[in-house]
């Protein structure tokens, strides 16, 4: 897979959660894990067909993706969170972008399930909820912070 290079650009975080909560809880932990400047940084989404539809609007329009992670909870309507997944993965591959790193957020963590979102294209799953200590390693890790 071809990852985006932070070096080049700012980072951009795109979170997918159907809880209005668990968004606005999303956006805290990752300002005080050091995240800068998350209200202009980070871009929400309630579904995975909203996310999707967000994906390909900024590629049509800017002719690349802007979003470096992707925090995307499992369970939500209309599109779930490995099947966004899958659908974003293709869709940015057959339009010749760099892949974000998808990180699965969900209460779900038993092996058999990490298995099928790593299948659909996950790179990792978090549970929830989400903490300060996670969030804070996953950005280090990814040299967001």
Do not use: W
């Amino acid at each position: 897979m071809n990852f985006i290079n932070q070096k080049e650009r700012k980072t951009k975080i795109l979170i997918v959660d159907d809880e209005a909560f668990n968004l606005m809880a999303c956006k805290y932990i990752l300002k005080a894990a050091g995240f800068q400047k998350v209200e202009q940084r980070v871009d929400t989404a309630t579904n995975g067909q909203i996310a999707l539809d967000m994906v390909k609007k900024d590629v049509q329009e800017n002719k690349l993706s802007k979003y470096d992670l992707i925090l995307m909870d499992q369970n939500m309507p209309v599109l779930n969170g490995c099947s966004a997944t899958k659908s974003i993965r293709e869709y940015l591959y057959h339009s010749l972008n760099p892949q974000p790193i998808i990180v699965g957020v969900s209460g779900q963590v038993e092996d058999e399930y990490v298995k099928k979102a790593v299948k659909y294209g996950m790179n990792q799953i978090l549970s929830k909820p989400l903490d300060y200590k996670s969030i804070a390693v996953l950005l280090k890790v990814l040299n967001y912070i």
